[in-house]
């Protein structure tokens, strides 16, 4: 069974500071891992997704890259705003019907 | 393009109650998913839909849970009758295929408090 773990539970940093989140997984036979933020009281909105054959994938300041025969995958988040405060949660797809197995998040507060 | 449409926002109901979730996923997108997520954790996948056929229901505790997709769109997602366990959002999400590497978009769920 596939378990998904993240790495700080919660994360406070200020204002401009490069940071890393991280998630590994169990299972390392995955079609694909997502990225996913979440603000309070809303949906997830999907940030990036890696295919199993690639090994990062880049959008704006965020970049993730993923090591699937070691079950890890980072989320790079650079020059930190207030504005990407949020709970960013990784998942990881083990078949084709894209069925995600989500990890607890990292909630993350970026301050002025 | 709209996005995944959820309703209500939010239910409270007593235990042993019933209550039902309606969503309307983005135009044109095949396939459903419903996840529960319960305070603190990530969302854990119930149901997952194609068109109007079950993908995958074997997270949904069909002693109480209950869910269809008559028409291929729409979906209701049900629960009679409600533990207080059963507290949680409920998320409904899409995606134009079933198919691996398709992203999924979510609405905004539904948050169940159960007294």
């Known amino acids: 069974k596939q378990e998904v773990t993240q790495i700080p539970a919660a994360l406070s940093v200020p204002e401009g500071e490069n940071l890393v989140l991280n998630c590994s997984f169990t299972d390392s036979a995955i079609y694909n891992l997502q990225w996913f933020r979440q603000d309070p009281g809303k949906g997830l909105t999907s940030l990036l997704l890696?295919?199993?054959?690639?090994r990062e994938q880049t959008s704006g300041r965020l970049n993730a890259s993923l090591d699937k025969s070691s079950g890890r995958s980072t989320l790079y988040i650079a020059a930190s705003q207030p504005g990407d405060s949020a709970t960013y949660l990784c998942?990881?797809?083990?078949?084709?019907?894209?069925?995600?197995?989500f990890g607890g998040g990292t909630r993350l507060m970026v301050k002025p | 393009e709209a996005g995944v449409a959820q309703s209500p926002r939010y239910k409270i109901i007593e235990k042993r109650q019933s209550v039902a979730f309606w969503c309307n996923p983005i135009?044109?997108?095949?396939?459903l998913y419903w996840y529960q997520q319960i305070l603190g954790q990530g969302p854990k996948l119930l149901i997952q839909?194609?068109?109007?056929?079950?993908?995958?229901d074997s997270q949904l505790p069909k002693d109480r849970f209950s869910a269809e997709r008559l028409k291929g769109v729409d979906s209701t997602l049900k629960i009679q009758p409600a533990k207080l366990e059963d507290s949680a959002v409920y998320l409904c999400?899409?995606?134009?295929?079933?198919?691996?590497?398709?992203?999924?978009?979510f609405g905004d769920g539904t948050r169940l408090s159960i007294l």
């Open positions: 999400a899409s995606s134009s295929r079933g198919g691996r590497n398709q992203p999924q978009h």
């Open positions: 839909f194609q068109n109007n056929g079950v993908v995958d």
């Open positions: 135009s044109g997108h095949a396939t």
């Open positions: 890696i295919q199993s054959s690639q």
């Open positions: 998942a990881v797809s083990n078949n084709a019907g894209n069925m995600l197995t």
